[in-house]
């Protein structure tokens, strides 16, 4: 992409560190195993004691989860081969130290409660949820991508909020909740409904309106740090960049890196749409039709229908993510994700992560089967170079 001048947009309370280019970076969260019952484990800490000078791996707020951050990249290829070197090192940490390793929206039967990770905001923060602070076995992708400016990060996120059903279905991997099969394709996304403010964020004008919006969240006491607001989308003034939040992890690498590349190539194209003032994304849509396809994605999936307009007209999921890979075709050329976007549409729209998940149960009866299968498939992919 060609290179323009980055605006830091500022406030007395914030400042957006503009980014020059549409950079890439993840975060994938991983889950923690005891390698012979597969369940969770609170682990992260003797992890990080064996391994502290590693910078890139990092604990989260509860004990069982490892997440790993890839470092800016400039395009699809840097960030694939950057975070599978940091996978394998992580693998091979978590087995000199005895643990199993995975990922997927949720753990298949846990049932227990989970440790907080004891750092100063992880306990300040559990301390003020309670009972679900130690619930919390949840496992996200999330992708960040740089913008120009604070002003624009904002109206590319209104541009991007009616595309969260689709990215959410596309990476639905949690239909079980505490050995129960939720009928849900993400119910990593229904039990983060229930905290204050998790789920899809409101519209803003400008950096202005956001920072003032921002400015009385932490007056009131609700938020330190931007990081505090966890919507599935928001964005990151540290970094620069827009993040988003809503995809479940996947149970591969592979899987993750090519919900990375349509989440890229959908920014980008959403940016030039708004640099150019150009139609052809996805309207706008009143607050509750949001919420309603939000929640129509989580529970259903790509079976899942999707409301389309603000004038009660609505379409199979499946064809409103068919018609934005080809809208997307052009922008996928010229980011080099063209083969990530076709692996994507042959793998995860016919063996979605959520229906393997089931059929495995179904088939078996034994979701730590279901859990035996998650740690093999990463093992596997990372043992092959």
């Known amino acids: 992409m060609p290179k323009k001048n980055p605006e830091h947009t500022t406030h007395p309370d914030i400042e957006f560190k503009a980014c020059a280019d549409a950079t890439l970076g993840i975060e994938i ?62 693998k091979e940490r978590c087995d000199a130290l005895g643990m199993a390793l995975c990922t997927a929206g949720t753990h298949p039967f846990c049932r227990r409660p989970v440790g907080i990770t004891p750092r100063p905001r992880y306990l300040a923060i559990g301390e003020k949820m309670s009972y679900l602070s130690r619930r919390l076995k949840t496992f996200a992708l999330h992708v960040h991508v740089g913008m120009p400016s604070g002003d624009v990060a904002l109206a590319v996120m209104t541009l991007l909020k009616p595309y969260l ?55 009131s006491g609700l938020s330190l740090i931007c990081r505090d607001i966890h919507w599935d989308l928001r964005p990151s003034p540290g970094f620069g960049t827009l993040e988003v939040r809503v995809m479940d992890a996947l149970p591969t690498v592979r ?107 179904q088939e078996t009866g034994s979701l730590r089967t279901v859990a035996a299968t998650l740690v093999r498939e990463l093992e596997e992919e990372l043992a092959t170079r």
């Open 29 to 90: 969260e991983f889950q923690l195993l005891d390698p012979l019952t597969l369940d969770l484990t609170d682990g992260i800490s003797s992890l990080l004691d064996s391994y502290p000078e590693t910078p890139a791996i990092k604990p989260e707020m509860t004990q069982c989860s490892v997440e790993i951050n890839s470092k800016v990249c400039a395009n699809i290829r840097e960030l694939e081969a950057d975070v599978m070197s940091l996978a394998r090192t992580l």
């Open 255 to 361: 899987e993750n890196i090519m919900m990375a590349a349509l989440t890229y190539t959908l920014i980008v194209y959403l940016l030039h749409c708004h640099e150019q003032k150009a139609l052809g994304h996805l309207p706008p849509q009143h607050w509750w039709m949001e919420k309603m396809n939000h929640f129509n994605a989580s529970c259903w999936g790509l079976n899942a229908d999707y409301i389309v307009d603000n004038q009660d007209h609505s379409s199979p999921i499946k064809a409103v993510i068919e018609e934005t890979f080809q809208k997307l075709a052009p922008t996928a050329l010229e980011l080099g994700t063209t083969d990530y976007l076709r692996h994507l549409e042959n793998h995860l729209v016919n063996k979605p992560s959520y229906l393997r998940q089931r059929r495995l149960f």
């Open 165 to 219: 059903p689709i990215l959410l279905a596309l990476s639905a991997s949690s239909p079980f909740w505490e050995g129960e099969d939720t009928g849900c394709s993400s119910f990593r996304q229904r039990f983060l409904a229930i905290m204050r403010d998790y789920g899809v964020p409101p519209s803003f004008g400008t950096w202005s309106d956001f920072a003032e919006f921002f400015s009385h969240t932490r007056k």
